[in-house]
């Protein structure tokens, strides 16, 4: 059985170099995604100059057809996945549009494209699955003022439905510019890391449940990383911020690391 691994992102910054770290380090096939094909197949060009042999696969993980087109090739050419690195973000650089129309493309892309994706991909993993949602140190729960909400989003028994419904609240305080009084933060990169965050632990809830054994979900902050996102302000090199993901990508069998918070040193971290 050939194992593999699916990087959401791959053809630039922290995925390309998380993509560039898993060819190195990873006993399986390493598929570099991107929503671009002809970035994605560049991307691609540029590790194979460094002797490494990563695989590409199209996704763009806010079209359903994309998702669903990478699902069905996975189930049909390995009949599994083994590890999953969800990395594609986007976050606005300047506030030339209204803040509501930010924070809802934002929570759409970071929070529910993200969804999508485990959703599609999920029923596919494999015992000792792992999987990695990069989020910030933006998805901390300090990044909000309520302590209604936060009670509600550290919550054990919090569901997706409930999470979702939540992401949806932040939309609408946000439209109407109520977001701040209801105690979220004035941003809604922050407030889709902060979901991000969050469904790592549902997730690893779930499938603490599940008969596949060993499955570990984590979310990790990989650090301030000089790369187009940070408009190359981030004082992290690239391979610096893949070294928590592909930490967690690693991780041994029977771990105990799992719904954890990971910081960009690979060491665990208190997400509250």
């Not at 898993?22 to 002809?38: E, F, P, S, W």
């Not at 699902?71 to 050419?77: A, S």
């Not at 054990?156 to 701040?180: D, G, R, W």
């Amino acid at each position: 059985m050939t194992r593999v691994a699916v990087v959401t992102g791959g053809n630039k910054g922290i995925g390309f170099a998380i993509v560039k770290a898993l060819c190195q380090k990873y006993d399986g096939n390493v598929y570099l995604t991107a929503r671009d094909i002809t970035r994605g197949l560049n991307a691609v060009s540029e590790l194979e100059k460094q002797n490494l042999k990563p695989k590409f696969h199209q996704l763009d993980i806010n079209d359903d057809e994309s998702v669903i087109k990478l699902r069905d090739y996975l189930k049909n050419t390995y009949g599994g996945l083994d590890v999953l690195i969800n990395n594609a973000a986007i976050a606005f650089k300047n506030d030339t549009e209204p803040f509501g129309f930010r924070a809802e493309e934002t929570i759409r892309v970071n929070y529910f494209s993200l969804h999508r994706v485990c959703t599609a991909l999920y029923p596919l993993l494999r015992p000792h699955a792992r999987v990695v949602h990069v989020s910030s140190c933006l998805g901390r729960l300090c990044n909000i003022t309520s302590d209604a909400l936060k009670q509600k989003l550290s919550n054990p028994n919090l569901t997706e439905e409930e999470l979702n419904n939540m992401m949806h609240e932040f939309v609408s305080a946000a439209k109407s510019n109520t977001h701040i009084q209801a105690g979220w933060p004035n941003s809604g990169y922050a407030a889709s890391k902060i979901g991000v965050s969050a469904l790592a632990g549902i997730h690893q809830s779930m499938f603490n449940k599940d008969s596949r054994k060993d499955i570990a979900v984590n979310s990790v902050h990989p650090g301030y990383v000089d790369t187009d996102m940070t408009s190359h302000r981030g004082t992290l090199t690239p391979d610096q911020g893949a070294i928590a993901p592909v930490y967690c990508a690693l991780l041994p069998e029977n771990t105990e690391i799992k719904g954890r918070y990971i910081w960009e040193d690979a060491t665990l971290s208190d997400w509250k």
